[in-house]
Every structure is written in structure tokens, then in C-alpha cells.
């Protein structure tokens, strides 16, 4: 599953020169948290983030806070994005795995992050987004699943698949594959993990379809550890 997968294409973006209020009331009234910047060419230069605009612009209650060495001078934040914008934005390309845009928000702490393609900005992708593919209903992955292995196999009516809290179990009710079972058990699981919400696959032989035993070929399963 890649990020164009995922992403969302219709993006909201401010300039440089928007007002940094206007793009914090963006992000309350849309949810954002995160909004890309764009110059005039549509060129991405920044985004500029929740925690962004939350600095330095909610000063402290003075009923809450006695502090004899505060200023009575206050120095204004930044009024426009390109004061409280980042700069050095990471970015993913469309046709990035989404596995590793996973990975990206837990080891980078990020919300979000622009996609892009052809080097032009093509969507943004959220934990959200990648959250809502994560929990996809079973039966839609089952049926995204039987109609790949079909289409790849040529044998329709032919396989039994069963998907259960995102685990999917592939096993092929009759006929021969017109490869070795090794080869088309590989290419049975890498097409479960094109499905978006499949965590894991088990690739059953014979009679046996509970995953309860093993039959004489034995049971191939492929999930996280």
C-alpha cells in the first residue's frame, strides 16, 4: 500500500504571507495539524503546524502568574506564516510505503507530512489516514483479497479467504497452480500486503482451513512478530 493510497488529495495550504491567525483558525475548524506552505509557482516551501502557531501567542494570566522580573514590554510573535513556518519539511513521495510512513510518525513524533509527485505537492497523508487504512472492516479486505488472487490466478471460484481482525487466512479449494506452490504461495502473500489493513497472512494447504492443525504440507503463516 503506498501513500497515494491513502493520502488526502484536496489540501489546504496557506502562503508565506497568510496570516498566522488565519491559519490557526484553519487548523481548529478543519482539524488540521499540520498545513503546508506554498509560494506563488505552487512550490512547497514549509508547513507550518498546531504547535506552530500555539507559541508565544497564549502569554500567561497575570491573576495566575506573579513574576516581579516579566517585561512590561512584550514583544509581538510573529504575525504572518513565514515567521512560525518550518522550513526543512519532510516529505514522502506518492508511491511511498505506507509501512514506512508509520514509521516515520512514531520515530519523528510527526502528525503528518506532504506528499509529493513529480516534485509538486500531490496530497498530505495523517495518522489518521493511515489509522482509518489500518481499520478497515474485514469483509472489505476479505473481498479486496479474493478478487486479487483471482485476477492473478486466473482461478475463480477456486480459494477460500477469510480475514479476521485484519489476519488473513488463503487457501485454495481446488485446482493446481500452474507454477510450484512455493512460487504462488509468495505471490499470494505479497499480494495480501498490498491490502491496506492486512497485518498478516496464513497460507493453508489441504483440508485444513481452521489454523487449528497443521496438514501434511503444513501451515505458512507471515505476520508481525
Known sequence: MQAR??????????????????????????????IPVVDGDDQLVG??????????????DPRLHVRRDRSDHDVPPPLLVRGVMTVGVRTVDATADVSDI?????DDRLRSVPVLEHGRLAGIVSRRDVLRALVRPDEALRDDLLRLVEEYTGDLDSWDVAVTEG????????GAPDVSADV????????AHTVGGVIGVRILHGADSTGGGQDPRGLDVDAPA
Open 47 to 60: 508547513i507550518v503546524a498546531e504547535a506552530d502557531v500555539l507559541a508565544e501567542r497564549l502569554p500567561p
Open 184 to 191: 504462488e504461495d509468495r505471490a499470494l502473500r505479497t499480494l
Open 167 to 174: 489476519m488473513a487466512t488463503i487457501r485454495r479449494t481446488r
Open 102 to 106: 508509520a514509521r516515520l510518525f512514531v
Open 5 to 34: 493510497d491513502v493520502m488526502s488529495r484536496e489540501v489546504v495550504t496557506v502562503g508565506p504571507d497568510t496570516s498566522a491567525k488565519y491559519a490557526a483558525e484553519i487548523m481548529a475548524d478543519r482539524g488540521f495539524a499540520a
